[in-house]
C-alpha cells in the first residue's frame, strides 16, 4: 500500500508570507494508464475536507490562484504564495493512483 | 449544486450493525463513482470503500473487509454502507465523496454522519 508521508505535520505562518507543504509516496504514483492522481484536501475545523489541487496541479473550481500544486512520480509539493487567515486548518495529500487510496498524515497550518 | 448528505449513523454497541446512507442531489447520480471516507476523532482521513457508477465494482479498506458492505440504488440517487460486527475502532464521522472518474479524486463531500462504536 503506498505510504503517504506528509512534512511538516504543523506550519506557522505570517499573513501574507508563503508556505509549502510537501507529501512523499513510498512508491509511484503514475498510474497504469499514464496519468498521476495526486490530489491535495484542506479542512478546516468542524468542516468536511474540500478538494483544492487534483491530479497534481490542476486547481479545482472556486480554489484561488494562491495556491499551486507541483511534483511527480513520489515527490509532490502544495505551495500557497501568500497565506491568508482563512488558510488555516489541515492539509491532506491523497493517492489515487493505486487500491487502497490513501491519504497523508495532515499538515496543521496555523496563521500568525 | 452538487449535493450529498449523509445520514443513519448513531450510537452502536460492540459487534452490531449500522446501515449508512448518503443522498446525492444537483448531478446526474448514476454517472458517478462514490466513496465513502472516514475520519476518527481528532484523527486523519482513511478511506473505506468506493463503488463506481453501475455498481458492479466495489473495493474495500482491509479494516473493514468482510464485514461492511457498499451498495447503491441509482433509482433512489442513494449510496449505502452496511456495517456489521462493528468495533471500538471503526467510531469516526463518514463522509460520503463523490468521485470523477475512476475514482481519481474526490471533488465534491459530504458533512458526515457520526458513528460511535461503544458499549
Known amino acids: 500500500d503506498p505510504v503517504m508521508t506528509q512534512t511538516p505535520l504543523s506550519s506557522r505562518v505570517t499573513l501574507g508570507q508563503p508556505a509549502s507543504i510537501s507529501c512523499r509516496s513510498s512508491?509511484?504514483?503514475?498510474?497504469?494508464?499514464?496519468?498521476?492522481?495526486l490530489s491535495w484536501l484542506h479542512q478546516r475545523p468542524g468542516q468536511p475536507p474540500r478538494l483544492l489541487i487534483y491530479?497534481?496541479?490542476n486547481r479545482f473550481s472556486g480554489v484561488p490562484d494562491r495556491f499551486s500544486g507541483s511534483g511527480a512520480g513520489t515527490d509532490f509539493t502544495l505551495r500557497i504564495s501568500r497565506v491568508e487567515a482563512e488558510d488555516v486548518g489541515i492539509y491532506y495529500c491523497m493517492q489515487a493512483s493505486h487500491f487502497p487510496r490513501t491519504f497523508g498524515q495532515g499538515t496543521k497550518l496555523e496563521v500568525k | 449544486e452538487v449535493q450529498l448528505l449523509e445520514s443513519g449513523g448513531g450510537l452502536v454497541q460492540p459487534g452490531g450493525s449500522l446501515r449508512l446512507s448518503c443522498v446525492g442531489s444537483g448531478f446526474s447520480f448514476s454517472n458517478y463513482g462514490i466513496s465513502w471516507v472516514r475520519q476518527a476523532p481528532g484523527e486523519g482521513l482513511e478511506w473505506v470503500a468506493t463503488i463506481n457508477d453501475n455498481g458492479a465494482n466495489k473495493h474495500y479498506a482491509d479494516s473493514v473487509k468482510g464485514r461492511f458492505a457498499i451498495s447503491r440504488d441509482n433509482s433512489q440517487n442513494t449510496l449505502f454502507l452496511q456495517m456489521n460486527s462493528l468495533r471500538a475502532e471503526d467510531t469516526a464521522v463518514y463522509y460520503c465523496t463523490r468521485d470523477v472518474g475512476i475514482s481519481a479524486w474526490y471533488d465534491y463531500w459530504g458533512q458526515g454522519t457520526l458513528v460511535t462504536v461503544s458499549s
Open positions: 491530479e497534481i496541479s
Open positions: 512508491q509511484s504514483l503514475v498510474h497504469s494508464n499514464g496519468n498521476t492522481y
